[in-house]
């Protein structure tokens, strides 16, 4: 958990519990799984035991809903950032149930749940059409396959907001059939969607981003540029998280780094080099992309 999160899309990060099963290729170099490992918890896996909270805890989220409150300002809180809200096992039923009354007694957060087990949602919420109006509501797409599997469960709940986590982008992805093409360009979410009774079957934000750590496999430049480039021509929110541990480059130094040579569209071959998260920076075509889902205030 934590307020002032470091994680460039939300305030905060709160977790009902920690520990999860991988289920896909997004989960090959998990970094939560590594994270655990490293203060000594063995907690990843079907057959492993999940860690739990202190009520101290879960009255954290209070404490910032009032702060947030006092400044009449949002804020997101992504939940959760060490397990996955929708993995199915009955010892966290009674941690959900905890969980939604929380989401309802904080209107001034912005709850971010995002899952890679979408088909999981609708048995576990006590929601059908009214969802509260500060719930995100996403899922990871890692590549076609997934966006494919993934989006037509998430796109069938009420949710005011509903995103992807491109992140680790491992191929090109296609979302065309989710976007609004030219509907919400210059207008609040809240006008174009009502909270309580959303009927479309759109996604509104976009988060892209390459694998960090040094077994990461790079994403390719045109990957992040055509989800941009998609998100422009339909008015979606696009927000870069990172190049990760591989980044492009315009000229190598063969001596000092190991490099990949990929190949692009436009026929001119891309150089990576393992810089790190953090030399790899954020930048794509030299800025920053930081939009997010235009959203009524409470």
């Given at each position: ?5 470091s ?13 999860c099963?991988k ?10 799984e ?36 006092k ?9 959760a950032?060490?397990?996955d ?8 039923d ?7 009354p ?28 009214n ?5 995100w ?21 009420a949710?005011?907001c ?38 479309d ?31 422009a ?30 190949e ?24 920053t ?10």
């Amino acid at each position: 958990m934590g307020k002032n999160s470091s994680i460039e899309w939300t305030h905060h990060t709160f977790n009902p519990w920690w520990g999860c099963e991988k289920v896909s290729q997004a989960c090959k170099f998990c970094y939560a799984e590594a994270w655990a490992k490293r203060v000594g918890e063995d907690i990843w896996g079907r057959r492993a035991p999940r860690r739990f909270f202190s009520e101290k805890h879960w009255q954290e989220p209070l404490k910032w809903n009032a702060s947030a409150a006092k400044d009449k300002e949002r804020r997101r809180v992504f939940c959760a950032s060490m397990a996955d809200v929708f993995e199915k096992r009955a010892d966290l039923d009674a941690w959900r149930t905890k969980l939604w009354p929380v989401i309802e007694e904080t209107p001034w957060l912005d709850w971010l749940l995002l899952t890679k087990r979408p088909e999981n949602i609708g048995g576990m919420v006590p929601w059908k059409m009214n969802w509260p109006s500060n719930i995100w509501l996403g899922t990871t797409v890692e590549n076609q396959r997934y966006a494919d599997e993934r989006i037509p469960h998430l796109v069938s709940h009420a949710a005011a907001c509903r995103f992807l986590s491109c992140e680790p982008l491992l191929g090109a992805l296609d979302l065309a059939k989710w976007f609004p093409i030219g509907r919400i360009r210059s207008r609040k979410l809240a006008d174009v969607y009502p909270f309580a009774a959303r009927k479309d079957n759109f996604v509104d934000w976009i988060i892209a981003g390459g694998e960090s750590g040094s077994s990461a496999r790079p994403m390719h430049p045109d990957w992040a540029r055509n989800l941009r480039d998609q998100c422009a021509k339909s008015g979606v929110a696009f927000h870069f998280k990172q190049w990760g541990h591989w980044s492009p480059i315009e000229h190598g130094n063969e001596a000092t780094r190991r490099q990949l040579i990929l190949e692009s569209a436009t026929g001119k071959p891309v150089v990576m080099e393992p810089l790190g998260k953090k030399a790899a920076g954020r930048l794509l075509d030299g800025r920053t992309w930081d939009q997010f889902p235009i959203r009524a205030a409470a």
